[in-house]
């Protein structure tokens, strides 16, 4: 499974983002994030099975996961309201799980796209 990212960029507090993930067939897609000196966290993830979602609690009312109507196999992360901590390299994984306590077992990954947001 091949999977390219894109759409991050530098930010001001408040700010809006958009980042796309493309992957190689349909498949469940997961966006996580690490920051310098953290671990790497889930964030957000879209089943393809029935499209249900789940959100971490750092970023749900702000963040949304999403799949293109034309193209099942793009996903996309609106990202609103955002803070300086959610400053990081964000990696989008394909083929794993969604369940209600997160995104787990996601083993083909993108190159990751950082966002950075500072005023």
């Known amino acids: 499974v091949h999977v390219v990212e894109s759409g991050g960029g530098l930010v001001q507090p408040g700010d809006s983002l958009r980042l796309s993930c493309t992957a190689s067939i349909f498949t469940g897609i997961a966006w996580f994030r690490q920051a310098p000196g953290k671990e790497r966290e889930g964030v957000a993830c879209?089943?393809?099975?029935?499209?249900?979602?789940?959100y971490s609690d750092s970023v749900k009312g702000r963040f949304t996961i999403s799949r293109d109507n034309a193209n099942n196999t793009t996903v996309y992360l609106q990202m609103n309201h955002l803070k300086p901590e959610d400053t990081a390299v964000y990696y989008c994984?394909?083929?794993?799980?969604?369940?209600?306590?997160?995104?787990?077992?996601?083993?083909?990954w993108g190159q990751g796209t950082q966002v950075t947001v500072s005023s």
């Open positions: 879209i089943a393809s099975r029935d499209g249900s979602t789940y």
């Open positions: 994984g394909a083929d794993g799980l969604t369940i209600r306590s997160g995104c787990f077992d996601f083993d083909h």
